[in-house]
């Protein structure tokens, strides 16, 4: 969609919106929201981020609404619906015929995959720089494919998977449209140098729409073909279709079962919260862990020993029992719901702050308190899932394997769970109704 915003022309697409959203928290709300993926955000905040003009009186709220609209997002203002989702408005108009292909008739000559934020810190091979769960997927998906593959660096263009590159920081979406102009010519030189004549080929591409059009507008007119079977799709579904042409689900889940079990992927709060939801604003499944400090602290309020390491298991994100689908993430679940100041919205919030409050000899639980204590003792495993649907009983298996201690539903009744079941209606009460629907989340 192409705009004029104070007299400077602009160009975005859904995906550019929700790319330059990615890192940041949405701010209060104070009338209208529009919702991107599930999260509500200020209507002037989104365009603010999404076209980098800090400057909000630049724009008024009502043409900010009407851009975001004609994007295909939902609109409202306290608890009503504005407007309904929509299909985005079709783009002007291309001078040249050539279009990109949805979906191959063939098998993809050559693979390309985008570049991700997440790096590592040192150099390495390309095909491990890049550290994000969904680059991983796409890098899956181009090895598995049997066909040559090569990543899109916003920094040096072509690179093959072997080729050794150090960290940068460059993002597509963020330069100008001469810069895309000429990274895109680049790339289609460095193409052909690396496979041969592109009048033929078809060029299968796993990346954002900055990506794709800018290398389209380049190979096109060579006589590429070229494919985006993502295009128009949201980044839960994007990895829910890699997921669907990965293992089947018992091997998922063991898959899963291990990620959650491997102690070294565990990271500080501290640490989850300077992320700002990098690559967590999905459904998925998460293990919390705790130190020997911790555990004592847990094994003196609960009467039961509780051995340092993993304690909790949850999902988040899940297909509802209902059918309807959940707005939920693993950023929104940890950060809002754990990390909350209430207990009656988290299931292992509630019960450890019982299990504290007993060890300290506490009549109620302190809100203030369990959080500190929770940033000091506890680390947590997050695991992106994109497959809403079949997310619940991905988490029974697991469960069923993993046996975490504080868990109560889909486990056995131990005596150690019959314990922390007492302290639970002792210190919190009845379980409220969202407690209820969301059993172990």
């Not at 263009?157 to 330069?175: C, I, M, N, Q, S």
Request: glycine share 8%; aromatic share 8%; hydrophobic share 40%.
């Amino acid at each position: 969609m192409q705009f004029t915003l104070d007299g400077e022309p602009f160009e975005l697409t859904p995906d550019m919106v929700r790319a330059r959203i990615a890192n940041h928290v949405p701010e209060p709300i104070r009338e209208y929201w529009v919702e991107i993926d599930g999260v509500r955000w200020p209507a002037k905040q989104a365009i603010a981020l999404a076209t980098g003009v800090p400057d909000r009186q630049r724009f008024q709220s009502q043409s900010a609404r009407r851009w975001l609209a004609n994007l295909g997002f939902s609109i409202g203002r306290g608890q009503q619906l504005v407007t309904a989702p929509g299909p985005p408005r079709a783009p002007a108009a291309r001078s040249r015929s050539a279009a990109v292909t949805k979906t191959p008739q063939t098998s993809p000559d050559v693979v390309l995959v985008g570049c991700v934020k997440s790096k590592l810190s040192h150099g390495a091979p390309a095909k491990d720089l890049y550290t994000s769960d969904y680059f991983k997927k796409m890098r899956a998906y181009a090895e598995a494919s049997g066909a040559p593959w090569f990543i899109l660096s916003a920094e040096h263009g072509l690179v093959a998977p072997d080729d050794w590159l150090e960290p940068y920081e460059r993002y597509l979406p963020d330069t100008t449209r001469e810069y895309r102009r000429s990274w895109g010519q680049t790339v289609a030189t460095q193409l052909g140098e690396a496979v041969g004549p592109i009048n033929g080929l078809v060029v299968d591409i796993h990346a954002g729409a900055a990506y794709v059009e800018s290398a389209e507008a380049a190979l096109a007119p060579l006589g590429a073909v070229v494919v985006d079977q993502l295009k128009g799709l949201s980044f839960g579904r994007r990895l829910s279709w890699y997921l669907r042409r990965g293992a089947d689900s018992h091997s998922t889940a063991a898959k899963v079962t291990e990620q959650l079990q491997d102690q070294s992927r565990a990271v500080a709060l501290a640490d989850l919260l300077a992320s700002n939801g990098a690559d967590l604003r999905s459904p998925g499944m998460y293990s919390w862990w705790v130190d020997e400090v911790g555990a004592e602290d847990l094994s003196r309020g609960l009467g039961h020993e509780i051995a340092a390491g993993l304690i909790y298991a949850g999902l988040a994100g899940a297909t509802r029992s209902g059918g309807s689908e959940s707005s939920n993430t693993l950023w929104g679940r940890i950060t809002t719901m754990h990390l909350g100041k209430r207990h009656e919205f988290s299931t292992l919030r509630r019960s450890l702050g019982s299990i504290l409050a007993s060890a300290h000899g506490s009549s109620a639980i302190d809100e203030a308190e369990l959080t500190g204590w929770m940033h000091a003792h506890l680390r947590v495993v997050t695991i992106p899932i994109a497959d809403a649907d079949t997310l619940d009983a991905l988490e029974s298996e697991i469960l069923a394997a993993l046996d975490p201690p504080l868990n109560l539903a889909k486990v056995s009744k131990t005596p150690p769970r019959l314990r922390l079941s007492a302290l639970r209606k002792q210190y919190a009460g009845k379980p409220t109704v969202v407690e209820e629907e969301d059993q172990d989340g």
